[in-house]
Protein backbone atom coordinates (compact mmCIF):
# COMPACT_ATOMS: atom_id res chain seq x y z
CA UNK A 1 0.00 0.00 0.00
CA UNK A 2 1.47 3.16 -1.07
CA UNK A 3 -0.61 6.30 0.87
CA UNK A 4 -0.11 9.76 -0.96
CA UNK A 5 -1.01 13.03 0.54
CA UNK A 6 -1.00 16.65 -1.26
CA UNK A 7 -0.71 19.71 -0.19
CA UNK A 8 -0.09 23.20 -1.34
CA UNK A 9 -3.29 24.10 -3.00
CA UNK A 10 -5.08 27.19 -2.19
CA UNK A 11 -6.67 30.76 -3.69
CA UNK A 12 -4.42 32.85 -5.93
CA UNK A 13 -5.26 35.48 -8.69
CA UNK A 14 -4.75 34.95 -12.71
CA UNK A 15 -1.41 34.97 -13.49
CA UNK A 16 0.09 33.84 -9.61
CA UNK A 17 1.98 30.73 -9.21
CA UNK A 18 1.33 27.82 -6.47
CA UNK A 19 3.49 25.02 -5.68
CA UNK A 20 1.67 21.62 -4.95
CA UNK A 21 3.29 18.74 -3.42
CA UNK A 22 2.51 15.31 -2.91
CA UNK A 23 4.29 13.42 0.06
CA UNK A 24 4.36 9.08 -0.47
CA UNK A 25 4.72 6.72 2.41
CA UNK A 26 3.88 3.05 3.27
CA UNK A 27 5.17 1.01 -0.12
CA UNK A 28 7.27 3.13 -1.17
CA UNK A 29 10.44 0.52 -1.75
CA UNK A 30 9.02 -0.11 -5.11
CA UNK A 31 9.45 1.91 -8.29
CA UNK A 32 6.53 3.86 -9.30
CA UNK A 33 5.38 6.60 -11.50
CA UNK A 34 3.29 9.64 -10.34
CA UNK A 35 0.37 11.67 -11.79
CA UNK A 36 -1.48 14.94 -11.43
CA UNK A 37 -4.62 15.00 -12.58
CA UNK A 38 -7.61 17.72 -11.98
CA UNK A 39 -11.37 17.80 -11.61
CA UNK A 40 -13.29 21.05 -11.62
CA UNK A 41 -17.05 21.07 -10.97
CA UNK A 42 -18.92 18.94 -13.16
CA UNK A 43 -16.23 17.66 -15.31
CA UNK A 44 -14.19 14.65 -15.43
CA UNK A 45 -11.03 14.37 -13.45
CA UNK A 46 -8.09 15.37 -15.97
CA UNK A 47 -4.40 14.42 -16.74
CA UNK A 48 -1.98 17.44 -16.14
CA UNK A 49 1.48 15.92 -15.53
CA UNK A 50 3.09 12.65 -14.73
CA UNK A 51 6.64 11.56 -13.97
CA UNK A 52 8.82 8.34 -14.44
CA UNK A 53 10.50 6.90 -11.10
CA UNK A 54 13.89 7.97 -12.49
CA UNK A 55 12.48 11.48 -13.36
CA UNK A 56 13.33 11.06 -17.71
CA UNK A 57 10.22 10.55 -18.39
CA UNK A 58 7.43 13.63 -17.67
CA UNK A 59 4.78 14.68 -19.75
CA UNK A 60 2.25 17.21 -19.86
CA UNK A 61 -1.50 18.09 -21.19
CA UNK A 62 -0.64 20.49 -23.72
CA UNK A 63 -2.81 23.49 -21.76
CA UNK A 64 -0.41 23.93 -18.81
CA UNK A 65 2.91 23.22 -21.33
CA UNK A 66 5.30 26.11 -20.46
CA UNK A 67 3.62 27.14 -17.14
CA UNK A 68 3.53 23.73 -14.97
CA UNK A 69 6.31 21.89 -14.23
CA UNK A 70 6.71 18.33 -12.47
CA UNK A 71 9.64 16.80 -10.46
CA UNK A 72 10.40 14.64 -7.71
CA UNK A 73 12.83 13.61 -5.00
CA UNK A 74 12.92 10.11 -4.71
CA UNK A 75 14.64 10.50 -1.20
CA UNK A 76 12.24 12.47 0.45
CA UNK A 77 9.40 10.40 -1.46
CA UNK A 78 8.08 13.58 -2.88
CA UNK A 79 6.34 14.76 -6.40
CA UNK A 80 5.68 18.62 -6.69
CA UNK A 81 3.84 20.38 -9.22
CA UNK A 82 4.87 24.51 -10.00
CA UNK A 83 2.47 26.32 -11.33
CA UNK A 84 3.04 29.31 -12.77
CA UNK A 85 0.86 32.22 -14.79
CA UNK A 86 -1.96 30.19 -13.52
CA UNK A 87 -5.39 30.92 -15.36
CA UNK A 88 -9.31 30.49 -13.90
CA UNK A 89 -9.13 27.56 -16.14
CA UNK A 90 -6.87 25.67 -14.26
CA UNK A 91 -9.38 26.33 -10.87
CA UNK A 92 -10.46 22.29 -9.32
CA UNK A 93 -9.26 19.94 -6.96
CA UNK A 94 -5.93 18.61 -7.94
CA UNK A 95 -4.86 14.80 -7.30
CA UNK A 96 -2.01 12.93 -7.24
CA UNK A 97 -1.83 9.52 -8.18
CA UNK A 98 1.00 6.75 -8.24
CA UNK A 99 1.56 3.76 -10.44
CA UNK A 100 3.86 1.04 -8.96
CA UNK A 101 5.99 -0.79 -11.46
CA UNK A 102 6.79 -0.81 -15.21
CA UNK A 103 5.75 3.29 -16.90
CA UNK A 104 3.15 2.76 -20.12
CA UNK A 105 1.70 5.30 -22.35
CA UNK A 106 -1.84 4.88 -20.30
CA UNK A 107 -0.56 7.60 -17.84
CA UNK A 108 -3.24 9.90 -19.29
CA UNK A 109 -6.09 7.30 -18.15
CA UNK A 110 -7.42 7.21 -14.04
CA UNK A 111 -7.50 3.80 -14.47
CA UNK A 112 -3.84 3.09 -15.11
CA UNK A 113 -3.04 4.50 -11.74
CA UNK A 114 -3.09 2.19 -8.34
CA UNK A 115 -3.13 4.87 -5.77
CA UNK A 116 -4.96 7.89 -4.97
CA UNK A 117 -4.27 11.30 -2.58
CA UNK A 118 -7.54 12.90 -1.05
CA UNK A 119 -7.05 15.89 -3.75
CA UNK A 120 -5.97 19.36 -3.17
CA UNK A 121 -8.05 22.75 -4.08
CA UNK A 122 -6.97 25.51 -6.38
CA UNK A 123 -8.86 28.00 -7.54
CA UNK A 124 -7.45 30.91 -9.59
CA UNK A 125 -9.51 33.83 -9.50
CA UNK A 126 -9.65 36.35 -12.18
Known amino acids: QVQLVESGGGLVQAGGSLRLSCAAS????????VGWFRQAPGNKREFVAV????????SYKDSVKGRFTVSRDNAKNTVDLQMNSLKPEDTGVYYC???????????????????WGQGTQVTVSS
Open 97 to 115: AAKIGLYSESYVYTWWYDY
Open 26 to 33: GRTDSTYA
Open 51 to 58: ISWGGSII
